[in-house]
Each structure stands twice: as structure tokens, then as C-alpha cells.
């Protein structure tokens, strides 16, 4: 049901920030300072946004404090980055009804955010100097957790309007909307599945009949000690009135939380790409064992099922974001991927179909390490915008020809989580 939200969004601190690094201090407690012999000259003023829009980037999080020697989660924040020249107009957007925003779309001119713990689908759009949030559903479906994880905006009803696809926490729901003739929306579900969780949502069209399809991932609860657990990929498919999944592959030794539909081979039709989570035991004593690595697999469709394609690796525990564009601007698409701790990477197409991996940077890195590609500055040419939330750093890269030109657009504030970057122009 849509509804106004009863809460106000906390519009925290508008700044200014450029390209340039910025210079950080250490804590502690200083000596009371000397007189200075001459006053010091008040600090410049930062520059004012434009009113008008302006090209942005919408970064996802989780933001965290220590509260009485405890890690206590805050308000899901949604940071939004716009850019002018050379110059980032900074603002936060908290909710204080969720802990978490996993995905924030630019949609219909406003926000679509999707959240956790209550697992909430709000539209937020710009009035009056503040951001004002409409929920267009709530849900809660009985297990642990309550969360919508991804988001994804397309026709798949076949209807000619755009539909929402969401994956949830922690019962294993899928779920589809369909906008009413009164502006609200309905949803179609999955069955629940108990103890599953939905990681990633996508939608193109792998089979050729001209209509998205449905992917997801679901999987056995996350475990906390880092040992691996058993999930996969489903194909979804929405008949009258009920979503039901069909096995598009199943690891007994691992999982995938990121798929990607793109047609990297440029023949008119889609692909269906999935990262497996590295096979990772723990023993008695704790201590974790990588018995695979992270695999990039091509899943192709045939008469007789699925196959599968191991396309490249990576040397790490997990990946969490894979994307396409064409980044070094030679007219073919190129696979973007990070690693939790081996950095971001640029994938290359082979003729046989697999991936030459060249690195972007080798020192970032993060628990998720969101990744998004876009043209923010309008040249022309696709940019690759890394949050590295261990280095505390959100990162431009350009190609130059030969490699990366990497350019530090903001710090990432400690003891956060970036779950996503989106584009937008607002």
C-alpha cells in the first residue's frame, strides 16, 4: 500500500568536496595551544550546489557507532554525490525506520530505496529542501530477518508498463509488483522457502523468445564463520497469478550472490553469468581453508538443461558486484569486477568466450567493494566508480589509453558498509 512515511528524512550535513585529497589528523587529547601572534583567517567558504540538476552518484549504506564499548548499527543512509566540474555537492539522507539501504535506484524523478530491517521499498523524492519519503510496500514474512536485498525495474508481465522484481531475507521470497490504476502497487510472491536467503535479482532475455526472464540467487543463511554455504541460481517464472522458481544450477560447495544478463559477444542476445563464491572450509581450530577460488561462470541454456562455463577466476574468498560496460572505450563490452581483498578488475573477452583478467587497482577493497560504471562527466566514455570502504576511499577510474587514471572523490566515513552505487542527475 502506498502511504506517507510518519517519519522525517535526516538531511544531514550539505558540503562541498573536490577531487583533491583531502588531509586527515590523528585523535587524541591536544596541550592547550600557545596565543598566535595574529589571528587566523576564517576558512573559505564552500561552494553552494546549483540549483539545478546536476550529474550524481547514489551510494547505499550501512552506517555504524560504538555505543558503550558496543558496535550499534545508525539510520540507513543514502549519500548522494553530485557533480560540478571538478567539484562533489555532498548530502545524507537518513531513515530511522531501517538500519540499512542495500539498493538506491534513480527512478521517476526521485529515489527508489529498498531496506533493512524492516523490509520496505520507499520512493523518497526532493520537495521543499528535503527529501520526503512514500512507502510503497512493507512486508515481514515471519523468519529472522526481514530485508529486500535487490531491485530490479523492468516489463517482465508483458503488460507494457515496468514492473519491480525484489529478492528478500530471510524465507526465500521473490517477489513481483505491478503498479495499479490508482498509483499503488501490488506484489506477487514466491513461495517461502525457511532459512533461504534471495542475494541478487536479474532480468534479460537468455532464452531469445523476446521477453526478460528472471534470475536469482538463493541460498542457505550466511554463516559467520566464513565457511562456505550451498545456493545457486533459479529461474522465475510468473504464470497465472503464482511466481514459481526452476533450478538453473545448484553448488553443494558454494554459492553466488552477484549475476549479470549482458550480451558481451554482441550477437543480439543475452548471457547469464554468475560469480561462485570461493569453496571455503573452516576447521575445529577455526582456521579457514580456500579449496577453489572466486569463478566467473557463463550458465547457457539448452534442450537439455543448463551448462556451465567457467569464463575466469578470481584469488579471493568472495565477490559481491560484476558488472558490464565498455570501459577502455574500444567498442565492446568488458566485465567489471571487485574482490573482497584483490582489488577491482576489468575483464576482457576472448574469441573462446572466456576472460582475460587486467587489474584497475590492487588496493582496494572492502565486504561488499560496490562497483558502478557510468558517464558522469559527459564526454562520451564510461568512468568505473569504486567504493573502497577498507581504504576508506570512493575512487573515479578512467582509461587512458594503456590503463587507469584513478582520481579520490570523497573519504568513506569509518565503520560503514557500501551496498551499492547507483547514477542519477538531480
Keep these: 500500500m502506498q502511504r506517507p512515511l510518519p517519519i522525517v528524512a535526516a538531511v544531514v550535513?550539505?558540503?562541498?568536496?573536490?577531487?583533491?585529497?583531502?588531509?586527515?589528523?590523528?585523535?587524541?587529547?591536544?596541550?592547550?595551544?600557545?596565543?598566535?601572534?595574529?589571528?587566523?583567517?576564517?576558512?573559505?567558504?564552500?561552494?553552494?550546489?546549483?540549483?539545478?540538476?546536476?550529474?550524481?552518484?547514489?551510494?547505499?549504506?550501512?552506517?555504524?557507532?560504538?555505543?558503550?564499548?558496543?558496535?550499534?548499527?545508525?539510520?540507513?543512509?543514502?549519500?548522494?554525490?553530485?557533480?560540478?566540474?571538478?567539484?562533489?555537492?555532498?548530502?545524507?539522507?537518513e531513515d530511522p525506520g531501517s538500519n540499512v539501504f542495500h539498493k538506491g535506484v534513480w527512478w521517476r524523478d526521485g529515489i527508489l530505496t529498498i531496506g533493512a530491517m524492516k523490509a520496505r521499498l520507499t520512493h523518497w523524492k526532493h520537495a521543499d529542501g528535503t527529501w520526503k519519503p512514500t512507502v510503497l510496500w512493507e512486508q515481514s514474512w515471519g523468519g529472522k530477518f526481514d530485508r529486500l536485498r535487490d531491485v530490479e525495474i523492468a516489463d517482465v508481465t508483458g503488460d507494457g508498463k515496468e514492473d519491480l522484481v525484489i529478492a528478500t531475507h530471510d524465507m526465500g521470497v521473490v517477489a513481483v509488483g505491478t503498479e495499479q490504476a490508482d498509483g499503488t502497487w501490488s506484489f506477487v510472491e514466491s513461495e517461502k522457502v525457511p532459512d533461504t536467503f534471495v542475494h541478487e535479482i536479474e532480468l534479460g532475455d537468455v532464452d531469445g523468445d523476446g521477453k526478460p526472464e528472471i534470475y536469482a540467487t538463493?541460498?542457505?543463511?550466511?554463516?559467520?564463520?566464513?565457511?562456505?554455504?550451498?545456493?545457486?541460481?533459479?529461474?522465475?517464472?510468473?504464470?497465472?497469478?503464482?511466481?514459481?522458481?526452476?533450478?538453473?544450477?545448484?553448488?553443494?560447495?558454494?554459492?553466488?550472490?552477484?549475476?549479470?544478463?549482458?550480451?558481451?559477444?554482441?550477437d543480439g542476445r543475452d548471457e547469464l553469468y554468475a560469480v561462485r563464491e570461493a569453496h571455503v572450509e573452516v576447521g575445529p581450530d577455526k582456521k579457514k581453508t580456500r579449496l577453489e577460488p572466486v569463478k566467473v561462470v557463463r550458465l547457457d541454456p539448452g534442450a537439455s538443461g543448463w551448462t556451465e562455463t567457467v569464463v575466469t577466476t578470481l584469488d579471493d574468498d568472495q565477490s559481491r558486484f560484476l558488472t558490464a560496460a565498455d570501459v577502455d572505450h574500444d567498442g565492446a563490452l568488458e566485465l567489471v569486477i571487485t574482490g573482497k581483498t584483490s582489488g577491482a578488475w576489468m575483464l576482457e573477452r576472448k574469441p573462446d568466450g572466456t576472460f582475460e583478467n587486467h587489474q584497475i587497482a590492487a588496493d582496494t577493497k572492502g565486504f561488499e567493494h560496490a562497483v558502478h560504471t557510468a558517464d558522469l562527466d559527459g564526454d562520451g566514455e564510461i568512468e568505473v566508480y569504486v567504493a573502497s570502504d577498507d581504504t576508506h576511499e570512493l575512487l573515479a577510474f578512467t582509461w587512458n589509453g594503456s590503463g587507469f587514471d584513478r582520481k579520490r572523490i570523497a573519504a568513506i566515513p569509518d565503520r560503514a558498509i557500501t551496498w551499492g552505487i547507483q547514477d542519477g542527475r538531480f
Design 13 to 93: 550535513a550539505t558540503a562541498a568536496i573536490t577531487l583533491l585529497a583531502a588531509t586527515r589528523c590523528g585523535g587524541g587529547t591536544a596541550p592547550e595551544p600557545a596565543p598566535a601572534p595574529h589571528a587566523e583567517p576564517a576558512p573559505a567558504a564552500k561552494p553552494t550546489a546549483p540549483a539545478g540538476p546536476l550529474p550524481a552518484l547514489i551510494l547505499t549504506q550501512a552506517r555504524f557507532e560504538k555505543v558503550g564499548g558496543k558496535t550499534m548499527p545508525r539510520p540507513a543512509a543514502l549519500w548522494l554525490l553530485r557533480k560540478d566540474g571538478d567539484t562533489w555537492h555532498e548530502e545524507v539522507v
Design 218 to 266: 538463493p541460498s542457505d543463511r550466511n554463516r559467520s564463520s566464513g565457511a562456505s554455504q550451498q545456493g545457486g541460481v533459479s529461474l522465475y517464472t510468473l504464470a497465472d497469478g503464482k511466481l514459481t522458481a526452476t533450478p538453473v544450477v545448484h553448488w553443494e560447495e558454494s554459492h553466488a550472490k552477484e549475476i549479470l544478463v549482458a550480451d558481451t559477444d554482441g
